[in-house]
């Protein structure tokens, strides 16, 4: 079974919204193959999420379910960390 990552969200004041289209790359660590998510807790091979894992147009995540550890990176839509 798959634990649920869970996203920090942080308050940046009034105005100021998360990057819509930000991308979290997940990969094996120490490496930069890439390594599969999954959107439920059963982990079903086949139903990975893309890799990178995209943001709507709120800045929002959907679920990420990982099986393991990862090394993640997350950057903007234009790929700046």
Do not use: C, R
């Not at 942080?10 to 979290?24: R, S």
């Not at 094996?28 to 599969?36: L, P, R």
């Not at 999954?38 to 086949?46: E, N, V």
């Amino acid at each position: 079974m798959a634990g649920l990552l869970t996203l920090p969200f942080f308050d940046v004041g009034a105005g100021i919204t998360p990057a819509d289209g930000a991308l979290l790359f997940f990969n094996v660590v120490g490496s930069e193959t890439d390594k599969d998510t999954f959107p439920t807790a059963s982990a079903t091979p086949g139903t990975a999420h893309t890799n990178p894992v995209v943001a709507n147009i709120k800045g929002v995540f959907p679920a990420i379910y990982l099986v393991g550890d990862y090394d993640w990176v997350l950057t903007d839509k234009n790929l700046v960390q």
